[in-house]
């Protein structure tokens, strides 16, 4: 049974941190396309754009990172000492605080956008 679950298990991790690897690598081309198009654009890229720009990467980036964690889940059931359980351990930690870090950021930066667009739109007289 335990030589099953390793024989399925290892595929399995390669093939999600192959779909880790192309979201983070698609995400950052997108971003990079973006970014040159603005510049190309305008010369610059002002802060409303550049928040846009980081927020679709941002996306991207958790993704990715959601992909890689759900590999180290995986990962955790065939690892057979622990040692290595320990080193997963702490890949699975630095990966679920940069995910917990960049959602942080991204709710920020929505807030910040829906404030700014409640300041942009007339107010309605009253009836």
Known sequence: MERWLIAVSEPTILAIDFIALGT??????IA???????????????????????????????AGLTFQLAAD?????ITPDWDGIGRLAAVA?????LNYFLERD??????????RERESLPEKPAP
């Open 24 to 29: 983070i690598v698609l995400g950052t081309l």
């Open 32 to 62: 990079v396309k973006d970014g040159i198009a603005l510049l190309m654009a305008r010369g610059e890229i002002d802060r409303h754009e550049r928040r846009h720009l980081w927020m679709r990467y941002s996306h991207w980036l958790v």
């Open 106 to 115: 991204v709710s920020e930066i929505r807030e910040l956008e829906r404030a």
């Open 73 to 77: 889940i995986i990962e955790s059931s």
């Open 93 to 97: 930690v630095i990966r679920t605080f």
